[in-house]
């Protein structure tokens, strides 16, 4: 081999060999395989679409062992956190005051006998909708079997309001048919607390439905209790959903809230006091809105008072209803249809402090009102065609109203139902 060939030779044969002796390290030494990476553990975690559930539900029984501890109490009325809020009231022990002793067949809300089995159970609320529609269409159910009504004006707007609605009070009677059930208002916190009662209702604004989901009062929001209504589809949004007091019993008993409530209760005489003849009372000024202006008239042969509203008589529907009672059920009406008009043996004028509030109740910007039921304010009964001044008072939400004639002495109301017409101050009735 010539000797430049050798020169060329050499080196390759010496980079050759280096590349031999590192081959053979990596044989020797070779690099780890890279383990696959565990794809993270992924939880998760329930985000809340919903409000808080806003009723209380019964405490689990589980076994106890060391591995699995005693549950703590899912009942919100124990273990809601304390919410301080001006439109809050305050949940003390209930009732707040001793009980008058009364026979155990008469009911301490209309002073008439009833089945006691009857009178030991939760009374329920129900928010019942008086739109101009659902009067005109006689699709109002279940008022003349309500041992009390309430109706206050809601929604505010430059100092008028846009409507009134109804709470009905039920205790001794459950009416085949209740509704068109409307949602709730803060006035609600002025009367389910004195019963500690079930609030029936189809939901809230926001801020009121926050406020009932921190409260620890019974709350049968129609979202988180659907099976205990139907809807009638024909009546439109404003009449479609509705109820019945056996499965509103039904569904209290099966989620454990159906209890017996200790209830203070009105006074009731069967004779009436002395005072001014009255034979007409009408509400017909402003802000009382000109499409709910009413006038309760007195039939002295029935002895009690007849509604009416806008010049027509208030008829109250009612017919049985049966459902499937599931998520979005549909009532299946039955026959035997009756309408009577609206009565009441007592009608009781509260006046009461109005204060506009922050929480917008729809989409007008109307906000919803604040009324005043604790302290004292003026009062006019009404009972056996005559009229008497006098106060209404209470120191908590939790009380009943105790009634007083002008003279500072208790006023007895009629036994029978009574509807309660909640105004503001000053307001002024047209009387005849």
Known sequence: MPALARRGFIPCLMFAALLLVACSSEELNPAPTPSKTRPPTITKIAIATTPEVLVPTPTPTLATSASNPTPRASNPQVAK?????????????????????????LNPLTGLTANPAALQRRPILVRIGNDEKV???????????????????IDQLNNAYANTRYTAVFLSNDPPLLGPVRSGRIV????????????????ASNGTRWLFSVSPMVNLDEYFNQPSYCYIQSHGYQGRLY????????????????????????????????GQAVKSIALTKAPWPKWDQLEWRYDAA????????????????????SA?????????????????????????????????????????????????LTGQGDAQFFRDGIMVRGKWQRQSEQEFFRFTDAAGKPFALKPGNTWFEIVPLGYALDLK
């Open 188 to 203: 609600n916190f002025q009367i389910a607390p004195m019963l500690d009662g079930a609030l029936v209702h189809a939901g």
């Open 135 to 153: 009067r005109t269409s006689n699709w109002q159910a279940g008022l003349n079997s309500a041992d009390l009504v309430f109706e206050e004006l």
């Open 243 to 274: 109820t019945s007091g056996p499965r509103l019993r039904e569904w209290l008993v099966q989620k454990g809230w159906e209890k017996a409530i200790p209830l203070f209760g009105f006074d009731f005489a069967d004779a009436a006091p002395p």
């Open 324 to 372: 499937k009672w599931g998520n979005g059920a549909d009532c299946v009406v039955g026959k035997g249809e009756t309408k009577t008009q609206v009565s009441a043996a007592n009608v009781v004028v509260l006046y009461a402090k109005h204060e506009k509030t922050t929480i917008v109740e729809d989409s007008n910007n109307s906000v919803s009102v604040h009324i005043i």
């Open 302 to 321: 029935a002895n009690k008072y007849l509604r009416f509203v806008t010049g027509s008589a208030l008829m109250d529907n009612s017919y049985p209803i």
């Open 81 to 105: 956190p304390a919410v301080t809020d001006p439109l809050l009231p305050i949940f003390g022990l209930f009732p707040p005051i001793p009980i008058p002793n009364r026979p155990a067949n």
